[in-house]
């Protein structure tokens, strides 16, 4: 059975607002001290600090211009990379695997591009196959029933929160069907580089800003998402 869906938004919106008093900082500092003193360093996964900061650099262009990511806030094996993955299904496909905190985009050739994500929290927790029912960029995000109930504070939202940096769902958004309708399950853009690799949603699942716009870019409507036991 699918339960509420939707991300743990409130707990998200304060580690954000602590974010977002530093972006300014981050902004200015991601090619200055920071790259200066990580430069030279490599992490466990071959990525040098130096290409992270690159790759996870400001994205001034967007509606809303996204932060460079702190990424010595993010254990390196969670940056995006070109793994080994043997797998049946078509490339395109994404699989979530929430016991290790990875989301994979099947390139073919036994190849996937690896993403760190965070996931549900202990008893929010799904697996299944389910699709790509619709896309949306800087969505409005709207709280469900059964979150106002669990968290009242989230209710001066219940008629939609205005997609923008403090919004829950972030940049990109993929929101997840099965059987043709809407599970309220998402794949989302998170700006809170502490949040990957644990699990702090009510089920959703999220990556970087920048792994999520990559993401976002290569998935049609329909793509198949498959969510293994975790």
Known sequence: ???????????????????????????????????????????????????????????????????????????????????????????????????????????????????????????????????VGRKSEWATWTPPREMIKRQPEAAKWARGMPGGLDNPLGARTLHLYQNGAYTLYTIYASSDPDSIGSGVTSGCVGLLSQDMIDLYSKTPVKTKVVVLPA
């Open 1 to 131: 059975m699918i339960m509420d869906g939707g991300m743990d938004e409130i707990a998200l919106l304060g580690r954000r607002s602590e974010l977002l008093s530093r972006r300014s900082f981050l902004v200015g500092s991601a090619v200055g001290i920071g790259a200066l003193g990580l430069g030279g360093c490599a992490t466990s996964d071959g990525m040098s600090f130096a290409e992270a900061q690159r790759v996870y650099g400001p994205v001034p262009e967007e509606k809303f211009p996204i932060p460079a990511v702190d990424v010595s806030k993010v254990d390196p094996k969670y940056f995006r990379r070109t793994v080994r993955y043997d797998s049946k299904e078509a490339p395109g496909t994404i699989i979530v695997d929430p016991g290790n905190y990875y989301v994979y985009r099947i390139e073919g050739d036994g190849n996937a591009t690896r993403y760190g994500a965070n996931v549900g929290r202990d008893g929010f927790r799904w697996n299944g196959d389910a699709y």
